[in-house]
């Protein structure tokens, strides 16, 4: 199962490095290709389909695999988070998003803290749509306690993969180029031509890159090149979150991680009642 949080979009296969067609027909995957652009999909969307598919696949004596580097998304799956019971207010959002438009994130974040110190705490105060979401719900309910997350009642096992930093900066660049030379470029004229490129989905690495090179803003080997530097600053980001993961265990992914990830999981199900 994909716990991209772009890959949920139809269209974006390129860009988001969905698995292939042929992939699909040999494994079932979920959480892929579930609304079109255009769409609202928030991360109480994807806790249920996970939670759906997940008792689905254990009603059947199956394992599931969730994989992908939305870490909200993942801990929203397996320690959980109580998106059902927080209160929400449409006009609220929309306030605030306009004026996360025009006073930007760093305003918003001192207004949380001032307003709800306790829940800004817990708040990544970097990231745009946290803090309007901690926002609302502050305007509504100030600083109050936030219910107990309730994860997935099962089992789990948390393997995170590192590679050493160079070699893992090289493999960003290959695979930048390789999405390029895979077809990006038609990928993002075609998706520009039928949906508003201003779409919260086409936040995507790639895509804004790739529409500056066919508008002539940039070469192709710049567009590239700047789709390799924004997944490395992405990908510093996604180790820092991780790393607050006390449930993952590191795997050295920089050779073949498989053996290590064979005889974790054969230990895991080992141990199981």
Do not use: C
Not at 144 to 149: D, G, R, V
Not at 192 to 216: N, V
């Amino acid at each position: 199962m994909s716990a991209d949080s772009r890959q949920v979009y139809r269209g974006l296969d390129i860009g988001t490095a969905k698995a292939t067609p042929d992939e699909r027909r040999r494994v079932v995957h979920h959480g892929i290709d579930l609304v079109d652009p255009d769409r609202p999909y928030s991360v109480a969307h994807f806790r249920a389909h996970a939670l759906g598919a997940l008792d689905a696949l254990g009603a059947r004596g199956g394992i599931g695999i969730l994989a992908g580097g939305t870490g909200f998304w993942l801990r929203a799956v397996t320690a959980g988070i109580d998106t059902e019971t927080l209160p929400s207010d449409a006009d609220i959002r929309a306030a605030l998003e306009a004026d996360l438009l025009r006073d930007g994130v760093e305003a918003l974040a001192h207004r949380l803290a001032t307003l709800a110190p306790s829940l800004a705490a817990r708040t990544d105060l970097r990231n745009p749509r946290r803090v309007v979401r901690a926002l609302e719900i502050a305007t509504i309910e100030g600083d109050a306690p936030l219910p107990e997350p309730a994860g997935y009642p099962g089992p789990v096992l948390g393997l995170q993969l590192v590679v050493e930093p160079a070699e893992h900066r090289r493999r960003i660049a290959a695979r930048a180029r390789a999405q390029f030379d895979a077809g990006l470029v038609d990928e993002a004229r075609a998706l520009r031509e039928r949906w508003d490129p201003a779409l919260r989905a086409f936040t995507a690495i790639g895509y804004h890159e790739s529409w500056a090179h066919l508008d002539g803003e940039l070469t192709l080997d710049e567009a590239i090149d700047l789709d390799a530097l924004r997944n490395v600053q992405f990908a510093k980001r996604q180790g820092t979150w991780f790393r607050r993961e006390p449930s993952l265990e590191v795997l050295d992914a920089t050779g073949d991680p498989a053996p290590a990830a064979r005889d974790r999981l054969s230990a895991f199900l080992g141990a199981l009642p």
